[in-house]
T-cell receptor, first 113, second 115 residues
Framework: AQSVAQPEDQVNVAEGNPLTVKCTYSVSGNPYLFWYVQYPNRGLQFLLKYITGDNLVKGSYGFEAEFNKSQTSFHLKKPSALVSDSALYFCAVRSPAGTALIFGKGTTLSVSS | NAGVTQTPKFRVLKTGQSMTLLCAQDMNHEYMYWYRQDPGMGLRLIHYSVGEGTTAKGEVPDGYNVSRLKKQNFLLGLESAAPSQTSVYFC??????????????FGEGSWLTVV
């Protein structure tokens, strides 16, 4: 069965430092992977996706993610964190039939000034 | 652009009451979804629809029913509310399947408390 795991419930970084939010996946077939962000009391917003091609995917708000097939990982990164990046981040993978997204449990990112 | 709109945004129910959450999208999307979000559980798929007149069960369908009578609307019903259904409910839509990596668009959420 398709699944994603986010091993960290919370990630704390100082503003200006690089950040990484981890995601590992387990899929049969080609992985279609996504990152979404949720700000307080709001719906989820799309950040980026990996379908095929370059292992480094660039997305919204300066975020990027690196697809690593050997480590079955799709970690979200940003070179320099902003306080406004503080939010809940979800990794997701498409379901086997391609009809829905399966989400991880989420990682809370807290950026301190 | 309205995108995906959910009503109501907040609701308090007594155990055993019924209610319907309405989701409307104006993007002419074929696929629509209902997820619930609980602390430490992430988002879990309740039901989804791949087109007008179709529905399918997701990961946690028990206690819920859905209908997709019109392409733009997807209704989620709670037949007899239970405290375990206290959650934040999100509706979402996408143009097509995720085979080609289509993006899913979310509504702002509906906060439901069952007492």
């Amino acid at each position: 069965a398709q699944s994603v795991a986010q091993p960290e419930d919370q990630v704390n970084v100082a503003e200006g430092n690089p950040l990484t939010v981890k995601c590992t996946y387990s899929v049969s077939g080609n992985p279609y992977l996504f990152w979404y962000v949720q700000y307080p009391n709001r719906g989820l917003q799309f950040l980026l996706k990996y379908i095929t091609g370059d292992n480094l995917v660039k997305g919204s708000y300066g975020f990027e993610a690196e697809f690593n097939k050997s480590q079955t990982s799709f970690h979200l990164k940003k070179p320099s964190a902003l306080v406004s990046d503080s939010a809940l981040y979800f990794c997701a993978v498409r379901s086997p039939a391609g009809t829905a997204l399966i989400f991880g449990k989420g990682t809370t990112l807290s950026v301190s000034s | 652009n309205a995108g995906v709109t959910q009503t109501p945004k907040f609701r308090v129910l007594k155990t055993g009451q019924s209610m319907t959450l309405l989701c409307a999208q104006d993007m002419n999307h074929e696929y629509m979804y209902w997820y619930r979000q609980d602390p430490g559980m992430g988002l879990r798929l309740i039901h989804y629809s791949v087109g007008e007149g179709t529905t399918a069960k997701g990961e946690v369908p028990d206690g819920y029913n859905v209908s997709r009578l019109k392409k733009q609307n997807f209704l989620l019903g709670l037949e007899s509310a239970a405290p375990s259904q206290t959650s934040v409910y999100f509706c979402a839509s996408s143009k097509d399947t995720f085979v080609s990596g289509n993006t899913i668009y979310f509504g702002e959420g509906s906060w439901l408390t069952v007492v």
